[in-house]
């Protein structure tokens, strides 16, 4: 049985983006003026989404999770064209 890594999983990005999802959320909620969402501060809406760029631009790239992403990425398309490269081996086996 093959090991799997946390990162193969496919809905792994889906996860990192909860702060934006959030600040739009907000935002749409705030330009609807639905309930006490309508009398927010703008810097209550504005602050989910400052949050996000800090994490991203800072946080993420000093803990290393970018690259780490891009090397995931780059394995995972690897291991694509080995299965397909395997694929075609044994079509022309046959």
């Given at each position: 049985?093959?090991?799997r ?46 949050a ?6 800072v ?36």
């Amino acid at each position: 049985m093959a090991h799997r890594r946390y990162s193969d999983d496919p809905g792994r990005g889906r996860c990192d983006m909860w702060m934006l999802w959030i600040a739009v959320a907000l935002l749409v909620l705030k330009l609807i003026g639905i309930g006490p969402f309508g009398d927010l501060s703008w810097w209550w809406v504005a602050l989910p989404f400052a949050a996000a760029f800090v994490w991203f631009e800072v946080f993420e790239r000093r803990l290393g999770l970018d690259k780490k992403k891009a090397f995931d990425e780059l394995e995972r398309a690897k291991q694509e064209r080995i299965k397909k490269a395997m694929g075609k081996d044994k079509r022309l086996r046959r």
